[in-house]
């Protein structure tokens, strides 16, 4: 909700802008973000999983061992939200739940060998729907929008911690 919050008022503040090209970027991102999910969820309908379960486990395959509160943050939802769902996935044997050594009020959570094949089966599926989003978009050009995007983001963590800084202490992050 944070993205969509922050990609509205990207949105709003580029509405007297004469840039034609920079108008409404926000949105247009966020539109493209939202009909790839849903162009993934039709390639994945079969497997039975949703869009909640194959975020989590493409998060977690990128980062394997983070906390509950991570991965919550990373999908954007409430806790007992990623709580629920994680519940269902240990139980569906593709996750395990660890004790974080660290912090006792922390939960770790890892993939099991059993998301393996699934992990690969999303990954074959993904690779499909990135064609589908590249087509007619030469190497060049793909190179150029990933740098671009990266760039963006960047841009985007450089000013949150920035803004965050500011905050007093323990109000870092209430947005």
Same mark, same amino acid.
């Given at each position: 909700?944070?993205?969509?919050?922050?990609?509205?008022?990207?949105?709003?503040?580029?509405?007297?802008?004469?840039? $034609? %090209?920079?108008?409404?970027?926000? =949105?247009?991102?966020?539109?493209?973000?939202?009909?790839?999910?849903?162009?993934?969820?039709?390639?994945?309908?079969?497997?039975?999983?949703?869009? @909640?379960?194959? +975020? @989590?486990?493409?998060?977690?395959?990128?980062?394997?061992?983070?906390?509950?509160?991570?991965?919550?943050?990373?999908?954007?939802?409430?806790?007992? %939200?990623? @709580?629920?769902?994680?519940? +269902?996935?240990?139980?569906?044997?593709?996750? $395990?739940?660890?004790?974080?050594? %660290?912090?006792?009020?922390?939960? =770790?959570?890892?993939?099991?060998?059993?998301?393996?094949?699934?992990?690969?089966?999303?990954?074959? $599926?993904?690779?499909?729907?990135?064609?589908?989003?590249?087509?007619?978009?030469?190497? @060049?050009?793909?190179?150029?929008?990933?740098?671009?995007?990266?760039?963006?983001?960047?841009?985007?963590?450089?000013?949150?911690?920035?803004?965050?800084?500011?905050?007093?202490?323990?109000?870092?992050?209430?947005?």
């Amino acid at each position: 909700m944070l993205i969509v919050s922050m990609l509205t008022i990207l949105r709003v503040s580029g509405m007297g802008s004469k840039k $034609r %090209t920079e108008k409404g970027i926000g =949105l247009l991102l966020a539109d493209v973000s939202r009909l790839l999910r849903q162009d993934f969820d039709r390639r994945v309908r079969d497997l039975g999983m949703t869009q @909640a379960q194959w +975020r @989590a486990l493409a998060h977690l395959a990128r980062d394997e061992g983070m906390n509950q509160a991570a991965l919550a943050e990373r999908l954007e939802v409430k806790p007992i %939200t990623i @709580a629920r769902l994680i519940d +269902r996935m240990e139980a569906a044997n593709w996750v $395990r739940r660890e004790a974080d050594k %660290t912090d006792r009020r922390a939960t =770790l959570v890892f993939l099991t060998p059993k998301a393996k094949p699934i992990l690969d089966e999303l990954e074959t $599926r993904a690779e499909q729907a990135r064609n589908a989003l590249m087509q007619g978009i030469v190497p @060049a050009e793909r190179k150029q929008l990933i740098a671009t995007l990266e760039r963006m983001k960047a841009n985007l963590n450089a000013n949150i911690s920035a803004m965050e800084a500011e905050l007093p202490k323990g109000m870092e992050h209430h947005g």
